[in-house]
């Protein structure tokens, strides 16, 4: 399993990834950010599910539109996701990237959950994805 570790920024927030492959750093990154936005993330109940189906153009803007996923769900629907399932990762044709996954979480409490930062977007400001010695590497902003 992966693991991330949060990184300072001078008026933003942002994690650094790494893990062994493709999936288990999206996932990573996703557990990443929901602790920079609640104290208690042990404390999300596998209440509510959803499949998503994302797209890019590269494994950058598809990790920001999979993050950028969970910014909607949180405004649009007020869940918060705690296990990530991703089925698949692949580039379908040059320029097309495609991830498949399922997230599992449930509405949000304050008083339950305990709310921190809140993120308003995530940025490509320094976004980095490489493959090295064999694990993958990524490194995410967000504007607070």
């Known amino acids: 399993m992966g693991k991330f570790k949060l990184i300072e920024h001078p008026a933003d927030i942002g994690i650094e990834i790494e893990a062994e492959d493709l999936k288990d750093l999206f996932e990573n990154a996703a557990r ?11 404390k999300v109940e596998l209440k509510e ?10 494994l950058k803007e598809l990790l920001i539109n999979f993050l ?6 949180i405004d649009a629907e007020g869940l918060i996701f ?5 089925k698949t990762i692949k580039e379908e044709k040059e320029g097309e990237w495609h991830l498949e996954a399922t ?11 305990g709310s921190n930062i809140e993120i308003k977007a995530v940025t490509y400001h320094r976004l980095e994805i490489k493959k090295e010695n064999e694990k993958w590497k990524a490194r995410v902003i967000f504007d607070i």
Not at 32 to 42: A, T, V
Not at 68 to 73: G, H, I, T
């Open 103 to 113: 997230l599992f979480g449930e509405t949000f409490n304050r008083e339950k959950h």
């Open 49 to 58: 599910k959803r499949d998503i189906k994302i797209k890019g153009m590269d």
């Open 82 to 86: 705690k296990e990530y399932k991703i």
């Open 68 to 73: 950028s996923e969970f910014l909607y769900y």
């Open 32 to 42: 990443g950010m929901l602790s920079i936005m609640i104290h208690h993330p042990e």
